[in-house]
């Protein structure tokens, strides 16, 4: 089974800054995807950046990258010239590579991390 | 093109009460998911559909039972409710892709208080 760690619950940033949010990850697999989705005070969950394993180049996505280190099991996400708009909650999540019944879709889910945004 | 809606949005129940969760999604999407969200735990599989009249069970099955009778939604029931089902519930769909990883796109969620 696979597990995803978010050992910090939360941060702290000032608007414009940058902030790292860690994550690290526990799989057997070699082929799979890793995502970050945001959940600001609406509750709604939103993707904000995903990256395949197969891939070595990190992925980015406007002010948003990631730190991908696939020996490390470690994805992080770097949140440039902060915004206000950013303050939410951040889950780490993890996708193994889907079989052709699609029994592999499944995310499992860090327990996040509250980014706070200070004006 | 409203996405992923859930219906309702808020609900108290006592316990033993029954109710369902309706999720439906107008992105013609094969999969269809539900998750529960507890603080400090993420978000938790409980359920999960790759399509019209099939289920399968997530990491915390237990006490929920599903259904996807057509493609477009996936309902999920609560026979007796407990108040350890006290959750925010999310539905998501993503369609199969060639590989997987596909983007899931998740509803408003609903809160759910059992008393």
């Known amino acids: 089974a696979q597990t995803v760690t978010q050992s910090q619950p939360e941060m702290s940033v000032q608007e414009a800054e940058t902030v790292t949010l860690s994550c690290t990850y526990d799989t057997s697999e070699n082929n799979y995807y890793l995502f970050w989705y945001k959940q600001p005070p609406s509750r709604q969950m939103i993707l904000v950046i995903r990256?395949?394993?197969?891939?070595?180049q990190n992925a980015t996505e406007n002010r948003f990258s990631v730190n991908f280190q696939k020996a490390a099991k470690s994805f992080s996400l770097k949140i440039s010239d902060s915004q206000l708009g950013d303050t939410a909650m951040y889950f780490c999540a993890f996708m193994k590579h889907a079989g052709p019944t699609g029994a592999n879709s499944k995310l499992t889910f860090g327990k996040g991390i509250t980014l706070s945004v200070r004006p | 093109n409203a996405g992923v809606t859930q219906t309702p949005k808020f609900r108290v129940l006592k316990t033993g009460q029954s109710m369902t969760l309706l999720c439906a999604q107008d992105?013609?999407?094969?999969?269809m998911y539900w998750y529960r969200q507890d603080p400090g735990m993420g978000l938790r599989l409980i359920h999960y559909?790759?399509?019209?009249?099939?289920?399968a069970k997530g990491e915390v099955p237990d006490g929920y039972n599903v259904s996807r009778l057509k493609k477009q939604n996936f309902l999920l029931g609560l026979e007796s409710a407990a108040p350890s089902q006290t959750s925010v519930y999310f539905c998501a769909s993503s369609p199969p892709g060639l590989a997987g990883g596909d983007e899931q796109f998740f509803g408003p969620g609903t809160r759910l208080t059992v008393l």
């Open positions: 990256q395949e394993a197969y891939k070595q």
């Open positions: 559909s790759v399509g019209e009249g099939t289920t």
């Open positions: 992105m013609n999407h094969e999969y």
